[in-house]
């Protein structure tokens, strides 16, 4: 799901550009400042769940910031608004793989945890980068960039109740 929303703005950044009138210096901004912040992210968060112990909490909480972030690019006024969206993505995101990673190892029993970690990167690292495309463009596609957006980000509030639930 995370991995859904972080290659949205790439996808729709054609539309977007002329309803903002962004130079592609500014498009080049908001895809950097994500990368950025979810650099940054990963390490702070994933330590911030080795000190705590609270993964779980975490993880629930960084996938509803990242969700609200989606529905908050889709309703941007603007190029710094814009910008703030995804910039709070990509804080809120990206301890969301290795927190993952760390639960996984925590949870699941050694003799199957090579196969929980591989279903684990197989569904984020390339099944979802398979779909993504389709699903965010021919939602771009049909009711506008901004309605991507908003789809985008509801499967992650979905998520984080689920997690919340399942997650011991």
Do not use: C, Y
Request: positive net charge.
């Amino acid at each position: 799901i995370v991995v859904l929303d972080r290659s949205a703005f790439g996808l729709l950044a054609p539309m977007i550009q002329p309803a903002f009138s962004l130079s592609n210096t500014e498009i080049g901004t908001v895809t950097g400042i994500l990368a950025i912040t979810w650099a940054l992210s990963s390490f702070g968060l994933a330590r911030a769940a080795d000190l705590t112990g609270r993964s779980k909490l975490l993880l629930v909480m960084g996938t509803v910031v990242f969700s609200i972030a989606s529905i908050s690019s889709g309703l941007a006024i603007g190029f710094l608004t814009l910008l703030a969206a995804r910039a709070l993505m990509g804080m809120a995101e990206g301890g969301v793989p290795p927190i993952s990673t760390h639960i996984v190892i925590s949870e699941v029993a050694p003799e199957r945890r090579g196969l929980a970690i591989g279903m684990l990167s197989t569904i984020g690292l390339f099944a979802i980068p398979l779909l993504g495309p389709l699903v965010i463009v021919g939602i771009g596609t049909l009711w506008g960039w901004r309605h991507a957006f908003w789809i985008a980000g509801g499967p992650g509030l979905v998520m984080a109740l689920l997690m919340w639930w399942l997650v011991r």
